[in-house]
Nanobody, 127 residues
Framework: QVQPVEFGGGLVQAGDSLGLACVAS????????VGWFRQAPGKEREVVAA????????GYSDSVKGRFTISRDNAKNTVYLQMNSLQSEDTGVYFC????????????????????WGQGTQVTVSA
């Protein structure tokens, strides 16, 4: 089982860009579908974006579509989330999660589909 670790959170202003990275030490990370989720205070954890283990298939929540981009570099065991045109509503703790035993074109978009979770990184967008 892999253990994802998130990097790159911080404090930015509305309209800025920020990139997050999710790294796992296990070579098998390249065989996992990976999702980015976020959780704002008092709210449930929600999906932001997900990517298949092949990297060829991606999905986004409606709230970030067109602004965020998920990608991966399996040679580096890393999944990225590029966030552009950030809004105050994007504030929250961002989590990376990995899902095993998925077919090549599957990118799960539900919390319950993920097996391993990182500790999260805080993203704060000031208005």
């Amino acid at each position: 089982q892999v253990q994802p670790v998130e990097f790159g959170g911080g404090l930015v202003q509305a309209g800025d860009s920020l990139g997050l990275a999710c790294v796992a030490s296990a070579r098998a990370f390249s065989e996992y579908a990976v999702g980015w989720f976020r959780q704002a205070p008092g709210k449930e954890r929600e999906v932001v974006a997900a990517i298949s283990w092949s990297g060829a298939y991606t999905g986004y929540s409606d709230s970030v579509k067109g602004r965020f981009t998920i990608s991966r570099d399996n040679a580096k065991n890393t999944v990225y989330l590029q966030m552009n045109s950030l809004q105050s509503e994007d504030t929250g703790v961002y989590f990376c999660a990995a899902a095993r035993d998925r077919v090549y074109n599957d990118y799960p978009m539900q919390v319950r589909d993920y097996d391993s979770w990182g500790q999260g990184t805080q993203v704060t967008v000031s208005a």
